[in-house]
């Protein structure tokens, strides 16, 4: 008899949520629609990278090899957009591009075709054209 006149049966959970929500004090974020969901990307942004991290830190060298991943790797992509990394087939290309510039000028002032001073230009033995002196 005495639960039935207690003010806890009478009351509302939207009665007690509001009583509840007047005691708070501070600067609080109203929870509207746009809010909620800019928390919930935020949480499962943060969500994804923890995993991410431990994933990462779980990564062995052994782990990584049972996978598979290194097969699916897109190392033969890579090779033209290196930018700052080796590429042995470029810097062939280059390099014979070079080499082909200075035999030309060899074999056209061999040929008289510089028109001034004639500079003495031997094939070194490691295959280099340089200036004999």
Known sequence: ALHDKSPLATLTLEDF??????KLSGTLTPVTPET????KKNRLD??????EAKKMKEATGRAMFEQ????????????????????????RRETEAA?????????GLAN???GGDVVDIAEEPNGNVGDSS
């Open 17 to 22: 949520l509001e009583s509840e929500r007047h």
């Open 36 to 39: 909620f969901a800019a928390w």
């Open 46 to 51: 943060k969500k994804a990278a923890e995993e």
């Open 68 to 91: 598979g991943d290194w097969q699916n790797s897109d190392s033969e992509d890579d090779d033209d957009d290196n930018d700052g990394v080796w590429n042995l087939e470029a810097m």
């Open 99 to 107: 080499r082909q510039r200075r035999e030309e000028e060899r074999l």
């Open 112 to 114: 008289g075709g510089g």
